[in-house]
T-cell receptor
Framework: NAGVTQTPKFQVLKTGQSMTLQCAQD?????MYWYRQDPGMGLRLIYY???????DKGEVPNGYNVSRLNKREFSLRLESAAPSQTSVYFC???????????????FGQGTRLTVV | AQSVTQLDSHVSVSEGTPVLLRCNYS??????LFWYVQHPNKGLQLLLK??????LVKGINGFEAEFKKSETSFHLTKPSAHMSDAAEYFC??????????????FGTGTRLKVLA
């Protein structure tokens, strides 16, 4: 009963390097999300996927790309890392919601990324 | 557009005294509201949620929140603080979208400190 699993947990990149953050959920949820968390700014939505095969930009999508590989997996890619992308990244999933009724999102443990 | 404001970035209470964490929201839709907790170096955990049923919502670990539409507030309370409550708390609003899916909008967080 793993819930939402993110890999890796920690990563250090040099400016300009690329990497992909992986996320998988085993709750059969339709919707998946990527957030970044920075001090004093709460969580900000990067991209989300309402269902398999669809992705949409969130609040801060610049410098990122995503892939909804299948219903379980939603990856986040940094093509050319920049120091401004130093952050903690969280993946989350939730059931699709209708008329305001739904469960809260379930979060992974986070990936702490440092770009030097 | 929906938004959420957490009125205090830091709150300190003594162990055994009441906790009040304040949250105001703005929404053009019938909102779903949530409180999440994040302990140091951990992922986020759902504390409680409001989804247009009872206005007083009870959550885990003795926390509760009251939805007040006239005040557009969803404050989190606990009668008696415990040392283990020290964490960061996020108020979250979510509107049901016309496509049946939705995004979560996070407040900037309130860090709760519990003094012995």
């Amino acid at each position: 009963n793993a819930g939402v699993t993110q890999t890796p947990k920690f990563q250090v990149l040099k400016t300009g390097q690329s990497m992909t953050l992986q996320c998988a959920q085993d709750m059969n949820h339709n919707s998946m999300y990527w957030y970044r968390q920075d001090p004093g700014m709460g969580l900000r939505l990067i991209y989300y996927s309402a269902s398999e095969g669809t992705t949409d930009k969130g609040e801060v999508p610049n410098g990122y790309n995503v892939s909804r590989l299948n219903k379980r997996e939603f990856s986040l890619r940094l093509e050319s890392a920049a120091p401004s992308q130093t952050s903690v990244y969280f993946c989350a999933s939730s059931e699709a919601e209708y008329r305001g009724i739904g469960a809260g999102a379930f979060f992974g443990q986070g990936t702490r990324l440092t770009v030097v | 557009a929906q938004s959420v404001t957490q009125l205090d970035s830091h709150v300190s209470v003594s162990e055994g005294t009441p906790v009040l964490l304040r949250c105001n929201y703005s929404s053009s839709y019938s909102p779903s509201l949530f409180w999440y907790v994040q302990h140091p170096n951990k992922g986020l955990q759902l504390l409680l949620k409001y989804t247009s049923a009872a206005t007083l919502v009870k959550g885990i670990n003795g926390f509760e929140a009251e939805f007040k539409k006239s005040e557009t507030s969803f404050h989190l309370t606990k009668p008696s603080a415990h040392m283990s409550d020290a964490a960061e708390y996020f108020c979250v609003v979510s509107d049901g979208g016309t496509s049946g899916t939705y995004k979560y909008i996070f407040g900037t967080g309130t860090r709760l400190k519990v003094l012995a």
